[in-house]
């Protein structure tokens, strides 16, 4: 086979060392909310992963809406992405309240003049925010902010700008 210049690597190729994993506890953690606060997605899917060592060292927790490539493959319309060592750290209750909060994102909405539905992600508005806050309080957020600072060394100013 004749060499190929362009698939030949030039400079420094940088390999990630995060490993994402499907978490069956975070899924049930999940599926606990959904039942216990009464949530409805309609048709929609959620995928529930763990990434090693974290998304980042800021980020405890995300959730986005899945590609057209990755919804064809894996049949879900969502993804909810926790960091994993955060995650290991965790009590259940603030488990509980991260993935709640995680689940507040999924927005899937009826499109009745297509019949058909939408996925979309919404941010938490302040009533999101009222609702966990009026009913658990804002300690579940704190635990999180401490742990992960605790975890990654962080100065107070880094700490504060930890979000889910």
């Known amino acids: 086979m004749q060499d190929n210049e362009y698939l030949d690597p ?3 190729v940088k390999l990630t060392d995060k490993q994402l994993m499907e978490s069956p506890e975070v899924a049930e953690v999940a599926r606990q909310v959904i039942e216990e606060f009464d949530l409805d997605f309609g048709p929609a899917e ?3 992963f763990l990434v090693y060592p974290n998304i980042s060292k800021q980020r405890a927790a995300k959730c986005i809406k899945a590609s057209r ?3 064809y493959y894996s049949g879900n319309d969502y993804l909810i992405e926790i ?5 290991d750290m965790l009590d259940h209750d603030t488990r509980k309240m991260l993935v709640y909060h995680e ?3 999924i927005d899937p ?3 009745a003049k297509n019949q058909e539905w939408k996925m979309r992600i919404k941010k938490p508005d302040f009533q999101d925010y009222y609702q966990i806050n ?3 309080g804002n300690e579940w957020y704190k635990t999180i902010q401490a742990t992960v600072s605790s975890l990654y060394d962080l100065d107070p100013k880094q ?5 889910t």
């Open 10 to 12: 030039k400079g420094d």
């Open 159 to 163: 700490e504060s700008k930890v979000s």
């Open 109 to 111: 909405v009826f499109k």
């Open 69 to 71: 490539e990755v919804k």
């Open 134 to 136: 009026d009913k658990f």
């Open 83 to 87: 960091s994993g060592e955060l995650w």
């Open 103 to 105: 689940l507040l994102h």
């Open 46 to 48: 959620v995928g529930y």
